[in-house]
């Protein structure tokens, strides 16, 4: 469902599949193993708030809630410009120009972060299989992001 409410907003992501073999998602189903086992709470699954909560982001939809529309690729220089100004915007303080676009994702997972831990993300999906939170709500369609 999540996955749904995203595409109909015209958010792209790679789709769930029901089996992956891909490092990054394996590395993401062993964290969240791992959190669960030390006692943190599934926010996606029994409405956890607060410390100890676990929440699944997905970085692009917060860059596409943050400003508004959908931002160019990451690996451009006009994409990396509009997600960094996303994150001062929230908020962010560091040294934007030695962060790779991965750490710039993982930026967004802190902001993310922060504005749930306020009470003031957006979730999509239904708790029964998993949500996805957001920074923000996400526009009903997501445009184009100009980059003149």
């Known amino acids: ?8 907003r015209g958010v792209s992501l790679h789709l769930t599949p029901r089996e992956d073999t891909s490092t990054w998602m394996q590395a993401g189903f062993a964290w969240y193993r791992a959190l669960i086992s030390a006692g943190f709470s599934d926010h ?3 409405g956890a708030t607060g410390p100890g909560a676990v929440i699944e982001y997905y970085p692009y939809a917060s860059f596409v809630a943050l400003p508004g529309g959908r931002p160019p ?3 451009t220089a006009p994409g990396r410009g509009l997600r960094v100004e996303a994150l001062r915007r929230a ?12 750490m710039i994702d993982a930026a967004v997972g802190c902001v993310t972060a922060r504005v749930f831990a306020h009470s003031a993300s957006t979730d999509y999906g ?5 949500v996805l939170t957001v920074a923000a709500k996400l526009p009903d369609t997501a445009r184009r992001l100009d980059t003149d």
């Open 91 to 102: 908020g962010m303080q560091t040294d934007f120009g030695v962060m790779t676009a991965d």
């Open 1 to 8: 469902m999540a996955e749904y409410e995203l595409i109909r």
């Open 44 to 46: 996606s699954k029994r």
């Open 126 to 130: 239904d708790p029964r299989e998993g």
């Open 73 to 75: 690729k990451k690996t």
